[in-house]
């Protein structure tokens, strides 16, 4: 939909029309969720970094066990990161845990605790872009900032007509002017969570509920034979596949573990050695290669504990596991940040990538089989 078609559209009646629907919808629709429950700017800072790019009901647990260790932004910020990185394990996309301790850091030290009041401010922080920052200024502050995440622009797209691909830059700016105008400045907290809520809920990506929905009589896209066609996606390219090797490396009754450098993928967790194979190359050569590389010393490769496959935003891979025994060297942090050699008890309490955990989960399973 052009320019001059949108200010067509973006009438005041149909605003209020607009406005009037989806808060009456919320009202009597919307989840009892717990950072609703809050105006604590440090407490919705922390929801909007767990919500990227994870589903609402996965964040919740996750969210209140945090909450419960890390209450303030100082109580975070005294925290080490190792302890971050395990309370957020299995969350994914580890990144966000880092920058939200960076950030409360930042806040408790160089801010005397005084937690930003500008989205200039919030935006100068780590790993904090425009949207997570426009978020917490209106949900936290109420300030008339309008939000635009991906339920928001899929609603937006379909209401207004939008056929353009949410990856081009101008399609978000273009809803983001939508989103200004249609945003009522006195409830500019309670609308931005309303159209999140509705786009959740209601207007799904592949399972839209349109009956359901409180702006199915302003929408454009009911006037489509399939209104899921809008927002336009892009086709995806088929993610590449990796094998990739990991060693539980045994000396006497301990297990070494290596962590990954801060600013790799996955960076500070810790994992059992090893790493992707090369063209041509078994498995077991593999394994072996690495650990010299990663941590020099020489190993045994010995049975084979099984493989788990495990899939990130831009690859996917198969772990194979093998038991090893160490032979020799000098144990160096030549490839990884630091090593450890710890007891089998002792593993639970570091973080871990969700692809070794799944290797301890097939390592646990053949144990009480055999038993």
């Known amino acids: 939909m052009g320019e001059r078609a949108l200010e ?12 009037r629907r989806l808060l009456k919808w919320y009202e009597e629709n919307r989840r009892d969720l717990p950072w609703r429950n809050t105006q604590d700017p440090y407490r919705i800072l922390v929801s909007e970094m767990m919500l990227q790019q994870t ?10 066990r945090f909450i419960a260790t890390f209450p ?6 005294r925290s080490p990161l190792s302890h971050v990185l395990k309370m957020w394990e299995g969350l994914g996309y580890y990144s966000r845990a880092r ?4 950030t409360a850091r930042l806040i408790a030290n160089d801010r005397h605790g005084r937690f930003p009041q500008t989205l200039h401010e919030l ?18 502050f109420n ?6 995440d991906g339920n928001v622009a899929r609603v937006l797209c379909r209401v207004f007509g939008i056929e353009k691909s949410l990856k081009e830059t101008e399609t978000h700016g273009q809803l983001s002017k939508i989103g200004a105008v249609l945003l009522p400045r006195r409830r500019a907290r309670t609308f931005n969570e309303a159209l999140m809520e509705l786009g959740s809920l209601v207007c799904r990506a592949t399972d839209a509920q349109c009956e359901r929905c409180c702006l199915r009589l302003l929408c454009h896209a009911q006037t489509l034979a399939d209104p899921t066609v809008l927002p336009t ?10 094998d990739v090797t990991a060693g539980l490396i045994w000396r006497g009754q301990k297990v070494l573990l290596s962590q990954r450098h801060l600013d790799e993928m996955l960076g ?19 394994l072996r290669r690495e650990i010299k590389e990663e941590l020099g010393i020489d190993i045994e490769v010995r049975e084979h504990i099984g493989a788990v496959k495990h899939a990130y935003s831009h690859f996917r891979i198969t772990l194979h596991g093998f038991h090893c025994r160490y032979v020799g060297g000098r144990v160096r942090s030549l490839g990884c940040a630091d090593w450890k050699w710890v007891l089998p008890s002792e593993i639970s309490s570091y973080a871990l990538p969700r692809a070794d955990r799944k290797l301890l989960e097939v390592l646990e399973r053949k144990k009480r089989l055999k038993q």
């Open 8 to 19: 067509y559209r973006l009438t005041k009646e149909f605003v209020d029309r607009f406005r």
């Open 55 to 64: 589903q609402v009901s996965r964040v919740k647990e996750y969210y209140e």
């Open 72 to 77: 303030s932004v100082e109580a975070l910020a």
């Open 99 to 102: 920058n939200l301790h960076r």
């Open 123 to 140: 935006c100068a922080l780590p790993g904090i872009g425009p949207y997570t920052a426009s978020a917490v200024m209106s949900i936290a």
């Open 143 to 148: 300030e008339p900032y309008p939000v635009v």
């Open 233 to 242: 996606t892009v086709k995806k390219s088929p993610l590449p596949h990796y």
């Open 268 to 286: 500070g967790l810790w994992e059992f050695p090893g790493g992707k194979t090369k063209p041509n190359e078994s498995l077991e050569d593999c």
